[in-house]
């Protein structure tokens, strides 16, 4: 086994952290246009849900993690919507944030700051409908390569609505609140320990994840993960989080799909496409700098072997069902096994091929 990493976080207080399924979804997206080596008789990605995350620190001071997507898809800027007009994606959303929090008694006026993980259309949900004391939180770099400029690209791919007349304020890891959390530059966001915002480039110019302190005594933590994956088998399993041999998939949303020795399966299926056991399922093929994408993932995996750190990421379709949401907090995730529970489902979605794989063994 190798050495496991060891990744101080200094003490603190909690956050109330929930997690809200803001309704979008996208389907239908080539699989090799996220991952590779490819997976027999798989062409699509899983569906990919789009989370965004409240927080609440002792204080009351009240922070969103992301948007997921606008319901009004008509406007998104125009950059984005030809994109979206040129791949066969089916994207659906039903409601804003904003709707879900008014639906649950919060008003906009309750939040302090929406933090943007990063620029994309599937983050960035719409702001424009939160009042204008609501400050906008943005990773280095953004407001040059996203904002209109002289050195921003032409076609801004955020409306103005979202941003103008508010404060955007990018994070620096340099500041008086800065600290390294693993070989993650973090900032400790509310100033309390509760809620630290990692630096994690690669899918995009200053793209952040983040980091919340869970329950103390002992110390557990949710990673926000953003989209530094798209499929946690780009994640797991891993040098330091091997399948077990004898995995449990009796939790599976449909037991019919229960397969007898997956980690040995696994094995074999790893070695059918040129992979290590320990490697990862699948190597990310898209971000905008593919040196940094890897480089993030293997900073992430050094936590993610951790029974005190839950890892959930934007798009994470395999923890759907078992993690409550919003307004439940999801603090006592790990009382409540939903690491556990969660952290080999992805499997299934691949199970067809890895009972092949078992059967012709
Ligand atoms: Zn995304």
């Known amino acids: 086994m190798p050495d496991f990493p060891s990744h101080t976080i200094p003490p603190g207080r909690t956050a109330k952290v929930c997690l809200i399924d803001t309704t979008a979804t996208i389907d239908n997206i080539p699989f090799a246009r996220l991952l590779e080596p490819p997976v027999e008789g798989v062409t699509r990605i899983p569906i990919l849900r789009t989370y965004s995350f409240f927080l609440e620190n002792s204080q009351g001071r009240k922070v969103l993690f992301d948007l997921g997507a606008r319901k009004d ?13 040129t791949v ?71 409306p103005a609505s979202d941003y103008m007349g508010r404060e955007m304020i990018e994070v620096d890891f340099n500041g008086p609140r800065s600290l390294k959390i693993g070989r993650m530059m973090a900032h400790d966001y509310f100033g309390d320990g509760s809620f630290y915002l990692l630096n994690t480039p690669g899918h995009s110019v ?24 798209h499929e946690t088998g780009e994640l797991r399993p891993s040098q330091y989080l091997p399948i077990p041999e004898t995995l449990n998939l009796a939790h599976l949303s449909n037991p019919q799909q229960n397969i007898l020795c997956p980690g040995h399966a696994v094995h074999q299926f790893q070695e059918s496409r040129g992979r290590k056991p320990t490697d990862a399922l699948f190597k ?4 905008y700098n593919m040196v940094d994408v890897r ?12 029974e005190n750190y839950f890892f959930i990421y934007a798009h994470d379709g395999s923890i759907k069902g078992i993690v409550e949401e919003f307004p439940i907090p999801l603090n006592d995730w790990k009382e409540k096994d939903w690491g556990l529970l969660t952290k080999w489902r992805f499997l299934e979605y691949y199970v067809p091929c890895l009972r092949s794989i078992a059967a012709s063994a």
């Open 284 to 287: 990310p093929t898209a971000g």
């Open 295 to 306: 480089s993030t993932i293997e900073m992430l995996q050094e936590f993610d072997w951790n």
């Open 88 to 158: 066969e994606w089916i994207v659906k959303v039903e409601k804003d944030v904003l709707d879900i929090l008014q639906e649950n008694g919060y008003k906009g006026t309750d939040i302090e700051a929406i933090v943007w993980s990063h620029h994309h259309w599937d983050h960035i949900g719409n702001v424009a409908p939160f009042p204008k004391s609501v400050d906008l939180v943005v990773g280095p770099g953004f407001k040059e390569a996203y904002l209109p400029g002289p050195s921003a690209i032409d076609d801004n791919p955020i």
């Open 206 to 229: 200053g793209h952040l994840s983040a980091v919340v302190r869970t329950s103390t005594n002992p110390d557990t933590f949710v990673i926000l993960g953003a989209d530094a994956i």
């Open 73 to 85: 898809l008509q406007n998104l800027a125009p950059s984005v919507r030809s994109m979206l007009g």
